[in-house]
């Protein structure tokens, strides 16, 4: 299977692969605070690129439960000058974190080559046609609500049933707008407006998500519901848990996995991989 990026074509045929998350954010749920400053950032993504991540995601915006909004501006200033660092010495495939279409726009010209819209294109109008042109690869999530309100009660008749049809909608808005489905990645955002129960159903569901035999990103990187099932109630210890999943999706064909550990996560997916 191959995605198609901006910079380059991703092989997720036969090896799977890592997106390492690099948040610029003060108040991301993870690591918030810990590299919101270009020089923590840029250490911080060549520790990533040296455990084997094939993709950098920078975030400018904290998407945790409850998290209020930033200015295009102010995440621009946060993510622009970490993308110019980390294209200046690696050539390997960047992410930029962002629903925003300027955000978009500017991290393009930057040297980002994937769009990570949590929003799955529909919070700005405009994000489809500053991709549309640029070849770059996007990153369809589906969310239900906002990060400020989308865990107040989440709600499905059938989750399973309507992320594949949310997805299925993108596919086709976005194919007619002029966007080639190589290029697209789905995310059934986990976490992102769910119960334990809807993010379970969607784990066991995983190879039947996305539509047309498009890659799947698989995001559970210490999120709070693994607090739900262990005694993890630390984000930085739900590593364990995190990779447990990683390598059961690895099991079940899944082939990307945005994590915040890239060496425990790579383990985890060869461990997989040899056993299969």
Known sequence: MIWKTKRRNLDLGTRAQVMGILNTTPDSFSDGGKFDAPSAALKHARKMISEG????????????????????????????PVIRAIRAEWDGLISIDTTKAAVAGEALAAGADIINDVSGLTADPGMAAICAPTGCGIVVMHMQGTPADMQDSPSYS???????????????????????PARLCFDPGIGFGKTLEHN????????????????????ISRKSFLSKITAASEPSERDAPTCAITALARRQGIMLHRVHDVKANLAALHVAEAIE
């Not at 991540?53 to 622009?80: C, H, K, M, N, Y």
């Not at 784990?203 to 799947?216: E, F, Q, S, V």
Request: glycine share 10%.
């Open 200 to 219: 379970l159903a969607l784990i066991r569901a995983l190879p039947t998500l996305a539509p047309l035999g498009r890659p799947l990103l698989l995001g």
């Open 158 to 180: 059938d989750v399973v049933g309507e992320v594949r049809s949310f997805f299925q909608e993108r596919l086709e808005t976005l194919t007619a707008l002029g966007i080639d």
């Open 53 to 80: 991540t094939a993709i950098i995601d920078i975030g400018g915006e904290s998407t945790r439960p409850g998290a209020l909004p930033v200015s295009a501006d102010e995440e621009i200033r946060r993510t622009i």
